[in-house]
């Protein structure tokens, strides 16, 4: 599952920095729920699940931020979190992180990413990929 995940990385680290430089004044918004919501969450959202497309056109995507249609038959089902840790994000805080998990055809979680930008850098073991 690593390689399956490791096509997405590149991608990761590129919302991660795109997070990061933006972060300082971001400006919110709230969703019917209550939770914040910034155009950073929307932007990255897109730009993660719209790679995942690319390479994995028949997978779920299970966003925090947009939603689809479940197809129990597809091999892969990948759940996406542009912003894990939004109200810290939109505080200028360094407790937040992108999120990304992988399960298989039976729903069991195979792998994910994790990248704290303000906690790592790219180069660092500290992104997890597993």
């Known amino acids: 599952m690593v390689n399956i995940l490791s096509i997405l990385l590149p991608t ?32 990255l959202n897109s ?7 690319e390479h994995f056109p028949d997978a779920n995507i299970i966003s925090e931020e947009e939603d689809s249609v479940f197809k129990p038959d597809r091999e892969y089902t990948f759940t996406v979190d542009p ?25 069991t979680p ?4 994790i990248y704290a930008p303000r906690w790592s850098t790219p180069t660092s073991d500290e992104t997890l990929v597993v």
């Open 47 to 53: 730009l993660l699940c719209q790679t995942i497309r």
């Open 110 to 113: 195979v792998g994910g990413i």
């Open 12 to 43: 990761v680290l590129k919302a991660g920095e795109k997070a990061k430089s933006s972060q300082k004044g971001v400006s919110h918004s709230y969703k019917k729920d209550g939770s914040i919501l910034t155009h950073i969450d929307t932007e």
């Open 83 to 107: 912003i894990d840790g939004t109200d810290s994000y939109s505080q200028g805080q360094p407790g937040w992180c992108i999120a990304i998990g992988l399960l298989n055809s039976q729903l």
